[in-house]
């Protein structure tokens, strides 16, 4: 794989530095219910306070919203990022997706976002496949170089790609189907076992697009409705009663998973199995975590819902490696080239 340029290379001695990352963590009632992606930001803001950047301008997205939205200001992890760097000359600018081009990787949105400044340094792994102004555009605008978190994401996730230990087990799971469904084609093939639950489980029950066969569950925490107090019941997974959800996996589908998990030696996991953010509907996702850190092998866990289960659980040290990328990781993994990676000189 090709290395993009370090910003340990980059002369950053009184410049005034860009540093896109990825500073979108899940928030609930405006609160960050995970900062996983706050402190894995850190090492590089810290390398160039260190070596003398006279300003340091810290951009991310926060969220999908559509322009302007107060639910979505930047605010909250400001200010947490504020507490675990204080230094003045950090400061953090207002969600990217507010500014109109952004999501467009218009130019003219890169060249406002880099005026008055000198270098360039993206950080931002778990955005690294997105072409946006703030990944991309801006790497062309500005001498541009690779932030410690992003080359050590590509480091570990390229293991992966290279002769694994088998049995090789692929988990994934979550409700951005259509994010995961094209990398899983592409990513399943290299796989001894691919298990597949949450939302995503359900598209690949009705019609299984893959050329190869994926463990499914076969119960499912039932929900009469989408809401966490909903009335609930296992059910079976292909039996659902009449306009009901399934929002976990079922015990007997946590049992067959993890031990499918546990019997591996390289795990990739991205995804949780359910709603579980909402405790009651928790069970499937923590049963794979648990079952993921029990693996003595090569491990990888992706993707903003399953990290959290893992720190969650204080797993974080039992696993080889946590990834801030969920979508990114996938698409590393599939093979493809990541737009904010390859706008970034090589090393
Ligand atoms: C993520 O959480 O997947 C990344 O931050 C990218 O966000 P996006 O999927 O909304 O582009
Ligand atoms: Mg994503």
Same mark, same amino acid.
């Given at each position: 794989m090709r290395l993009p340029r370090s #910003?340990? %290379?980059? @002369? #950053? /001695?009184?410049k005034r530095v860009l540093v896109r990352c990825d500073l979108n963590v899940p928030l609930e009632d405006g609160r960050i219910a995970d900062e996983t992606r706050i402190r894995a930001a850190l090492p590089t803001l810290e390398l160039l306070l260190e070596r003398g950047a006279s300003e340091i301008v810290v951009c991310s997205h926060l969220g999908? @919203? /559509?322009?302007?939205d107060p639910a979505f200001e930047v605010a909250p992890v400001a200010a947490r990022l504020g507490d675990l760097v204080s230094d003045d000359r950090l400061r953090v600018l207002e969600n990217? !997706? &507010?500014?109109?081009g952004e999501t467009e990787n218009d130019p003219e949105t890169a060249r406002q976002l880099a005026d008055g400044l000198d270098l360039y340094v993206n950080d931002a792994f778990g955005s690294a496949h997105r072409a946006h102004a703030s990944t991309e555009a801006v790497a062309h605008v500005l001498p541009a170089y690779a932030g410690l978190l992003l080359l050590a994401e590509l480091e570990h996730l390229e293991r992966l790609l290279e002769? #694994? %230990? !088998? +049995?090789f087990v692929l988990v994934a799971g979550g409700a951005k189907v259509e994010d995961k469904l094209g990398v899983l084609k592409e990513l $399943? $093939? !290299?796989?001894?076992t691919v298990i597949v639950g949450g939302k995503m489980a359900e598209e690949l029950r009705d019609?299984? +697009?893959?050329d190869f066969a994926v463990e499914l569950p076969s119960d499912v925490v039932a929900?009469?409705? &989408?809401?966490?107090?909903a009335e609930s019941r296992v059910a079976p997974f292909d039996d659902? +009663?009449?306009?009901?959800? *399934?929002?976990d996996i079922g015990p007997e589908t946590r049992a067959r998973f993890g031990e499918l998990v546990r019997g591996a030696s390289t795990v990739f996991w991205n995804g949780p199995? *359910?709603? &579980?953010?909402?405790e009651r509907f928790a069970e499937g996702t923590k049963a794979v975590a648990e079952a993921v850190a029990a693996v003595d092998g090569y491990t990888v866990v992706g993707g903003g819902d399953s990290v959290r289960a893992v720190s969650e659980l204080g797993l974080d040290d039992e696993v080889s490696w946590v990834s801030t990328g969920g979508g990114a990781s996938l698409e590393l993994l599939e093979g493809k080239e990541l737009p904010g990676v390859a706008a970034i000189p090589s090393a």
């Open positions: #910003v340990e %290379e980059a @002369p #950053v /001695k009184s999908r @919203p /559509k322009g302007h990217t !997706r &507010f500014l109109h002769d #694994v %230990e !088998r +049995p $399943g $093939g !290299r796989a001894d019609e299984n +697009p893959l929900a009469a409705s &989408f809401a966490e107090d659902l +009663p009449q306009g009901w959800l *399934g929002l199995m *359910g709603v &579980f953010e909402w």
